[in-house]
């Protein structure tokens, strides 16, 4: 049996079409875009396209700034230290609103900035595993509020938020507002032009491209103090040499992601169900979230009675590659805190499994995919002494 890959929300395979692009920025045209000479400007037709790609596919305007970094990780970090530097430190404002169910990035990234002296809310999801506009009316204040910063898709459940409603509520309060748009991508449409959100963060290799590469929407008008100083590239808002190769990459794959998003919604979304409904018929099995309100890939399971770990091992033994959640606490023995800010059930919060596909999955995959999942809830339900005693 061929190894079947459903963690696609952790990375994603580079689509072969864009390393064929990337490939003669390594040996060929190689140049540093900053230099003068041919080597660096024959670099700067091919870049500018790329570019003209990532404005296009979030909606951006040509005032709007896109800075080029290393991944959403870092743009997240830029926002919330530069706001912390600019609105926080020496006010006029005092805190930061985010929500229980953000990426580590963000959380990590926020206990830090309290340890400096910030004040940090943390936002309740509710039952649908979302904030909604009441809750956050709740939490901001237009004196004290400098930054919202929200998910438009969780990385874990695929849920997806209500961001142009949110964006709206802070705009209407003069609060900024920040949206790690990570696990939107080439999945549902995203467009700044619509939604007025003031900074966005996303990264290449979740939608198809390189890894190691992402970018950082700043809506004009704003500015935002350096993460990185050096030298002037990006205008001065990112310091570092920026990576050609990796930038043509992201380039077409993000024109790609958004030019696949009818499939990703139809034909995706049909594989995820179909998988779905087989996960759904084995015995003591749950799925977090309503299908309708989340992204059309990703599917976060409960098997009652199976430690979330000890099933990861056993489907990559059987060729099914998985995840117990987000990529970046994989190795956490804590219980699933999105499970937790959702009020499941201590009982289940250990045992989670997402499977999240792409435009590169089969049918064929899916139901194979499908048997193993059934066989190993089997196997490992015969062997496990809590969901004996459950019974």
């Known amino acids: 049996m061929n190894k079947i890959y459903l963690d696609n929300n952790a990375t994603t395979i580079v689509d072969p079409r864009v ?16 230099s003068l000479h041919s080597f660096g ?26 800075i080029i970094n290393s991944c959403a990780c870092e743009g997240n970090n830029h926002v919330l230290k530069g706001v912390y530097f600019d609105l926080i430190r020496n006010g006029p404002k005092s805190e930061i609103v985010t929500t229980q169910v953000e990426h580590p990035c963000v959380l990590n990234c ?16 509710n039952a649908d ?21 929200i998910m438009w898709a969780n990385n874990e459940t695929g849920l997806v938020f209500p961001v142009q409603e949110l964006a709206k509520i802070c705009r209407e309060n003069g609060v900024l507002f920040h949206t790690d748009a990570v696990q939107a991508i080439g999945k ?19 939608f198809h491209g390189p890894k190691g590469i992402g970018g950082l929407f700043i809506r004009k008008g704003l500015k935002l103090t350096p993460l990185l100083h050096g030298g002037e590239q990006m205008g001065g808002k990112r310091a570092g040499t920026v990576n050609v190769p990796y930038l043509i990459g992201m380039g077409l794959a ?43 890939n990703t599917i976060l399971a409960s098997f009652r009675g199976i430690e979330g770990e000890a099933m990861i091992w056993d489907l ?76």
């Not at 390393?19 to 900053?34: D, H, L, R, S, V």
């Open 19 to 34: 390393k064929e692009a990337m490939e003669p920025f390594f040996c060929q045209q190689y140049g540093n875009p900053n």
């Open 41 to 66: 400007t024959e670099t700067h037709p091919a870049m500018r396209l790329a570019m003209d790609r990532l404005y296009a596919g979030i909606g951006a305007g040509d005032e709007d700034d896109i």
């Open 110 to 125: 926020c206990a830090f900035l309290e340890s400096l002296g910030a004040k940090v809310k943390y936002m309740p999801v």
């Open 129 to 149: 595993g979302i904030v909604d506009g009441d809750t956050l009316r709740q939490y901001i204040h237009p004196d004290r509020t400098a930054l919202v910063s």
């Open 188 to 206: 549902i449409a995203v467009d700044v032009g619509r939604v007025p959100v003031d900074f966005l963060t996303f990264s290449a290799h979740k």
């Open 254 to 296: 993000m024109e790609m992601a958004v030019g696949n998003l009818a499939y990703e919604d139809s034909s995706v979304r049909r594989l995820r169900d179909r998988l779905e409904d087989t996960i759904l018929a084995i015995p003591d099995t749950m799925v977090v979230g309503k299908r309708e309100l989340r992204t059309p």
């Open 316 to 391: 990559n033994a059987n060729g099914v590659a998985a995840s117990t959640g987000s990529a970046c606490a994989s190795e956490s023995l804590e219980p699933n805190p999105t499970f937790v800010a959702m009020g499941i059930s201590d009982d289940l919060a250990h045992t989670s499994i997402r499977f999240s596909l792409s435009r590169f999955s089969t049918a064929e995959e899916i139901d194979q995919a499908a048997e193993v999942i059934r066989q190993s809830a089997q196997r490992l339900r015969a062997i496990s002494s809590t969901y004996k005693n459950d019974k």
